[in-house]
């Protein structure tokens, strides 16, 4: 999956969440800047061991697509919850 790929989706997730971030937590939501949010999650996400496997066994298409969707999901869950 290409990086702008995974960019896409990554920012598509934190974008469904951030609103909910943002209530719980404004004054540290003004802090951190939403790019900073979705550059950690890609890079958690490059390391994360089912995404790695995913592509280390060539899947493709809709394949890569439900298992990096579901990485994604958690590891945005993750790096929204570690910095409150």
């Not at 702008?4 to 800047?33: M, Y």
Request: charge should be positive.
């Amino acid at each position: 999956m290409s990086n702008r790929k995974l960019t896409e989706q990554v920012e598509r997730e934190v974008g469904r969440r951030w609103a909910e971030f943002e209530a719980a937590h404004p004054n540290l939501a003004r802090e951190l800047e939403y790019d900073w949010h979705v550059g950690e999650a890609v890079a958690r996400i490059r390391e994360d061991p089912a995404y790695r496997a995913a592509m280390a066994r060539g899947l493709a298409g809709e394949q890569l697509v439900a298992v990096s969707g579901e990485v994604v999901k958690r590891v945005v869950a993750v790096v929204l919850r570690a910095v409150r």
